[in-house]
């Protein structure tokens, strides 16, 4: 069969989309267990154990037109922003960023100085987190500008946190206020159009994520949390990920979804519903976690003690299935686990 | 400086290629020295120790138009290959393949049967190696097909093969015959015609590379060889990468370059130079190794011994830089170090 058939019955990726393939391909990538400690299904895979530290593994790949705009972000911010988002999987799982190989897609025709301006942007936030560029590969495009980025970090073994240790009574916790990025994203795209003074906000959040790589050590070594996850899908998708892998589900409480004063500003001001890109936004890269309720003063003592991040409590795990939401009159409300496609087009 | 200025002016990715340009990006890349072994600059990065082992790490990315043609390989064969040319990189270093992640933009439109025959191809090569696919990234992409591999694998410390040990008076060694895989390109392209029975093994050659992990291995633990590397971008690239990272010279001897009956036999057919191909061709997938002149004989008996693949002697380490071949007649002449560019259009 030639690679080039697309016939019109057949199903399309488009149809299925990134979680029903990943299911569809998750059997058998397992040859083998020496040492495989988690496989596919959470931020990172997990393997070692080497002296008592697991190794940490990631890797993420930005495709221009799909997760950037060329004329939309400074070349320095992309390649900020590729390493962002790697080491924002480390700092879901606890981890401490250490090597990265850099794979990069080049158009022929792009300038020399508008890569190594991508390069400074990745050696900066490397250095600001003292992760060695160890390597990479350096093709050729026959257009679009394509970024792979891998990614190792390390852990104590019994540091490391999955998506998959939430119970019910577990306090749901976000260390961030969720959404501007996916306003961002819509004022890149002219979705929205706010004053150049409230706009600018909204850009730099999406262009320059931050990586709580230290917010996520705290955690890790404090021992408190049951689950943790970034937020890169959107808060509806990537607490259905802990929900899933938990086999768990949640309830959320409205008013504690947090929101900044800029995106309530904007909302009223341009009439939409700021919830709407706080819960199905996507890119925050703030971390997600779950605390047993009997640990979670804690966790709120040590937060107000180290303050690596704000911290909000925004609802609980729950037996039953699915994402609920407790709204302001005390109705519940079910949600499904949409989320963000990281789809500009 | 928005990423879409391309003034007439500015130096062009083109025009410093892959290795210039990574020259002009190597400085700076490590900005902590825990555990780096080796950085930039040879098959696989190398961290650690850990208890007595180190990681090596290594990617590889394929870009549709560039590295393959969607209706010159199947997917099956397109997935082995994605495989196979990353742990070609752990066999240069005398590694054991580990752990992989596997990133792929797939245009939104195509069938996720197909797909799913890359997964098989690759899943088949990884359970042959015993090789765990542990994640990575599932993306859209706006036209071409995607694939990025990023590899870990492990050796004793001492075991490592680093391109950096070539000495004057080392022996060059070539573990098979080289240029078929370039000819197989040249047939994909509709540059060379031959008659189908012909066509055929060039075409399995290069839609169907081995990975010399064993071999790699076999001379990784006997500990004779000073430096190794793959053959990827062509015998005179990449004997060139040695030179360059040995700070010496090489002696090719014409006559010994290990060239294919099938070869030679159409070359005298479509009237072209073979050694051509042999010298520059590209995506050989073999081992190029150098061995000090008193072990060279060891070297021999261990592979009459295990046979894990031919064995080609080929030339000698020389102290003066440059590399040079030994003419039939008796004359010598300088070689450029003219290699594959991996650029397909």
Partial sequence: MAFNIEGNKALKFKEIGEFGFIDSIKEECITSLKGVIKGIGDDCAVFGPYSGRVLLFTTDMLVEDIHFLRDKISPYQLGRKAIAVNLSDIAAMGGRPLYCLI??????????????????????????????????DTVGSPDKFIINVSLIGDAKEDEVIYRSGARPGDKIYLTGSVGDSSVGLKILKNEISPPRSMGSYFLK???EPNALIE??????????????????????SDLGHICKESSVGALLIRSKIPLSS???????????????????????YLLLLTVPEARSQDLELLFKDKRPSPLYLIGEIRKEEGIRMLNDNGSVEELGPKGFNHFIS
């Fill in 103 to 136: 794979s990069l897609g080049i158009p022929v025709q792009m300038n020399v100085e508008l890569i190594q301006d991508l390069y400074k942007g990745m050696k900066d936030i490397c250095e600001h987190y003292r992760v060695n560029i160890v390597g990479g």
């Fill in 205 to 207: 959040v999406h262009n």
């Fill in 215 to 236: 917010t996520g050590r705290i955690i890790a070594t404090s021992r408190l949390a049951s689950s943790m996850i970034d937020l890169s899908d959107g808060l509806l």
């Fill in 262 to 284: 800029e995106l309530k500003l904007l909302a009223s001001r341009a009439s939409f519903n700021p919830l709407d890109h706080a819960l199905s936004g996507g890119e925050d």
